[in-house]
């Protein structure tokens, strides 16, 4: 009886919801017309409340923007010829922080304050980055640089390992080969270290390096509580 019941049930929800995405289907013209308008009012409503707020802030992103490309465009070309990893790793560090921090505006135009703040938390850690890399040697920005090759390696395994029940495109045997081998040289010019995470960051941090350790080593760490607010969300 059980059994029986339990059939009927799941027959019944089959249905109608092949019933419910028939009509929104049918209606889809004006349902998009109808939440398009009402989001239109919403950020309108909502960049009139925030506007002076809003408007330093882009103020902000875009003079760090154009401050960030004058630098790309007189010196890029300089730091690779003389391999100033610092600069390199730093400019890089720079456009991925505008980046975000575009992303951060637009959730907070669009009405959604908890997206900005978990996109918040990836500007705080390349903040703290990129003033570790500055305060220290070169080399630890080589380290930095270098470390995105074993990065890739244990995306490329992650890939392989769950390609199948993820419906993933994994890399091709050779290419796996290749990112394998790229990984190796890393490993072998700087030591096993630089293969854990965060381990671009010896032999600069006492222990295992992690981003806390950052945090204190460039005394951001009083940032932590918004940090870990950030991460629950």
Partial sequence: MEKIIGNA?????????????????????EMISEYAELESGFRERNYQRWKDGFDLLQMLIVTSQETGEAINIAEREKAYRTQDWKLEALINIHARSVLVAREIFSLMKNGF??????????????????????????????????????????????????????????????EFEEISQINDLVVAEFGKEIARDWGWAKPELKGSPNFSELEKSVRMDHWRPRYKWACAE
């Fill in 113 to 174: 304050p908890d997206g900005a703040l978990g996109r918040w938390r990836t500007l705080h850690e390349l903040s703290v980055i990129a003033l570790f890399l500055s305060q220290h040697q070169k080399i630890v920005s080589r380290r930095y640089i270098a470390h995105r090759h074993i990065e890739a390696f244990k995306a490329a395994k992650q890939y392989r390992e769950h390609q199948k029940r993820a419906n993933l495109k994994a890399p091709r045997d050779k």
């Fill in 9 to 29: 049930i799941t027959k019944a929800i089959a249905e109608l919801s092949k019933a419910v995405f028939s009509d929104c289907k049918k209606r889809l013209p």
